[in-house]
Nanobody, 124 residues
Framework: QVHVVESGGGLVQAGGSLTLSCAAA????????MGWFRQAPGKEREFVAAIRWDGGRTYYADSAKGRFTISRDNGNTVNLRMNSLKGEDTAIYYCAAAQPTTGWGTVDTQYDYWGQGTQVADSS
């Protein structure tokens, strides 16, 4: 069983930056592709960004392109750097891990393990 935990959420003014981190334990993290999704109040959960298990490929939602950067280190952490934040970025952000046997991508059903989420809110 893989345990996924997000951190780094908080209040941020429009135009500001924030880095979310995701730690995974209990599995072969280096073999999992990782994704970030978010859910705003009253809306469906949506894809934000994803990174392949080896860091060699990334996907971004159109809303994230040019502002967000997903990365992973050699340990058990994946980061989402968010710049130029907007009010519409306010949401609960979820990190998810995809087993190597199930594929990965931009769809939430491709991911097997999920964290509890971390809140990002506009303080303006």
């Amino acid at each position: 069983q893989v345990h996924v935990v997000e951190s780094g959420g908080g209040l941020v003014q429009a135009g500001g930056s924030l880095t979310l981190s995701c730690a995974a334990a209990g599995g072969m993290f280096s073999s999992y592709s990782m994704g970030w999704f978010r859910q705003a109040p009253g809306k469906e959960r949506e894809f934000v960004a994803a990174i392949r298990w080896d860091g060699g490929r990334t996907y971004y939602a159109d809303s994230a392109k040019g502002r967000f950067t997903i990365s992973r280190d050699n340990g058990n952490t994946v980061n989402l750097r968010m710049n130029s934040l907007k009010g519409e970025d306010t949401a609960i952000y979820y990190c998810a891990a995809a087993q190597p046997t199930t594929g990965w991508g931009t769809v939430d059903t491709q991911y097997d393990y999920w964290g509890q989420g971390t809140q990002v809110a506009d303080s303006s």
